[in-house]
């Protein structure tokens, strides 16, 4: 039986206070596994491209996951274990962490929609006990080898509305099996997801998104301050 209630959060600035791909950005900078100023500059130049709603994700995808692609699965694991432990899990806050766990209690179908790739974000989900991951697919080869590709539809913007549709309609479910929808985000980029709404909340919203929301009357939450 479909719950009553759909629940869907993003991620980056949302549940967690700060951008999980640019942070692996810099964490494998850390590493040394690029040249710094180069990475560093088009990282931030793609960062600032997602702020301002004019990413070219395909572009984004084949940059960020060139590291991955030339180094074995195992050493690539361990790297995320480490930014688990050093980045994400010390900005995972109780206020988050609470506001999950009080929807999973409410038997709410929960997912988290992100427009950060599966491979950084699986594990953050599985840390805020989110079974249900809407990520970017990375393209694999038959040997399991990240391409650099997207596989399938990217969850960007109105491709956030697109993969959450095909998710439901894995589960045998519609928009309209639900009474309740509430989708929380920090952005305008995805104004598409919260339109879908029936409870859109405005969460650690940028200014931007803040303006839209006080002028539609949306819900707005802090949940860092």
């Avoid at 109780?94 to 594990?123: I, K, M, Q, Y």
């Avoid at 998104?209 to 707005?220: H, N, Q, S, T």
């Amino acid at each position: 039986m479909t719950p009553r209630r759909l629940c869907l959060f993003d991620l980056d600035e949302t549940l967690i206070p700060l951008d999980s791909d640019h942070a692996w950005g810099e964490f494998i900078i850390r590493l040394g596994w690029v040249d710094e100023r180069e990475f560093r500059r088009r990282n931030d130049e793609f960062f600032a491209a997602y702020k301002a709603g004019r990413l070219d994700v395909h572009a984004y995808i084949a940059f960020v996951t060139e590291p991955l692609r030339v180094r074995p699965a195992h050493e690539a694991a361990a790297a995320h274990e480490r930014f688990m432990h050093e980045v994400i899990a010390p900005q995972m806050k109780d206020s988050a962490r609470a506001l999950v766990r009080a929807h999973l209690d409410e038997g709410d179908l929960l997912a988290l929609v992100t427009a950060t790739n599966e491979f950084v974000t699986a594990p953050i989900a599985r840390a805020f006990g989110i079974g249900h991951l809407i990520a970017i697919r990375l393209e694999r080869d038959g040997t399991g080898t990240i391409t650099g590709r997207i596989d399938g539809v990217p969850s960007y913007r109105e491709g956030k509305v697109t993969r959450v549709e095909q998710w439901l309609a894995e589960q045998g479910a519609h928009w309209a099996d639900f009474e309740r929808t509430t989708v929380y985000s920090d952005s305008p980029n995805d104004l598409p997801l919260l339109e879908r709404a029936t409870h859109p909340v405005a969460t650690n919203p940028s200014p931007a998104l803040e303006a839209i929301a006080r002028d539609r009357g949306w819900r707005i939450l802090n949940l860092f301050t």
